[in-house]
């Protein structure tokens, strides 16, 4: 099986403008979930999608969003970029898993988003 | 909240055992999970065990659990330079909604 591919890998913007990122869950997965890595704060949670349902939300600004289509791929936008934006943004796909733990989550390369 | 601690730093020679160590506060915790990043990658899923497990062996990699502690350790046998990378300990609680929470990392140095 393929495994989770996001696009684009490397993104450059300034302050002010908006970002969409995709990311193309694992063949039969139906739960994507996306994380924020940066040197300072590690690895936070953004949220979950299960069947294009957001069933959790981390603890960011509103101007982060997402959403999932019917064939489970997903987007996560960021609207009025900031420079703390500058981060690593890592998709995870699960569900179902293997059989004794469906929600163990295999992640993407990510996408590496540089904020000026 | 639920909180993951790692020590941040490991440097062990090739052919060395390393052990990674991590502690978690939240008693609700179903898996935890050991990832692997090396640079300018994603997470790399090494092994996971289950909370009413006490070790799980997985070829180079043992896992250790302390449930009345709350410590998790990772020991990779016979170290090799290309096991240098920073690893991850995660934890999750059955139906969560998938949301891992992760310790800082640790980075693990091989050095020949």
């Known amino acids: 099986k393929a495994g989770v591919t996001q696009t684009p890998r490397y993104l450059i913007k300034t302050r002010g403008q908006q970002v969409t990122l995709s990311c193309s869950p694992i063949?039969?997965?139906?739960?994507v979930s996306w994380y924020q890595q940066t040197p300072g704060q590690g690895l936070q949670f953004l949220f979950e999608?299960?069947?294009?349902?957001?069933?959790n939300k981390g603890n960011f600004p509103g101007r982060f969003s997402g959403r999932q289509f019917s064939n489970s791929r997903s987007e996560m936008n960021v609207s009025t970029l900031e420079l703390g934006d500058s981060a690593l943004y890592l998709c995870?796909?699960?569900?179902?898993?293997?059989?004794?733990?469906?929600?163990?989550?295999?992640f993407g390369p990510g996408t590496r988003l540089l904020v000026l | 909240g639920e909180d993951v601690e790692q020590s941040l730093f490991l440097s062990v020679r090739e052919g060395d055992s390393s052990v990674i160590n991590c502690t978690y506060t939240?008693?609700?915790?179903?898996?935890l999970y050991w990832y692997k990043q090396e640079p300018g990658a994603g997470l790399q899923l090494l092994t996971y065990?289950?909370?009413?497990?006490d070790m799980k062996q997985d070829q180079r990699l043992t896992v250790l659990l302390n449930k009345k502690d709350k410590h998790l350790s990772l020991r990779i046998a016979d170290t090799q330079t290309g096991d240098s990378a920073i690893y991850f300990c995660?934890?999750?609680?059955?139906?969560?909604?998938?949301?891992?929470?992760f310790g800082k990392g640790t980075m693990l140095l091989v050095s020949p």
């Open positions: 999608y299960f069947s294009e349902t957001q069933r």
């Open positions: 995660a934890e999750t609680t059955f139906g969560g909604y998938s949301t891992l929470t």
């Open positions: 065990i289950f909370s009413n497990m």
């Open positions: 995870a796909s699960s569900w179902p898993g293997v059989a004794e733990n469906q929600e163990t989550q295999y």
């Open positions: 939240d008693s609700s915790s179903t898996y």
């Open positions: 063949s039969g997965h139906r739960s």
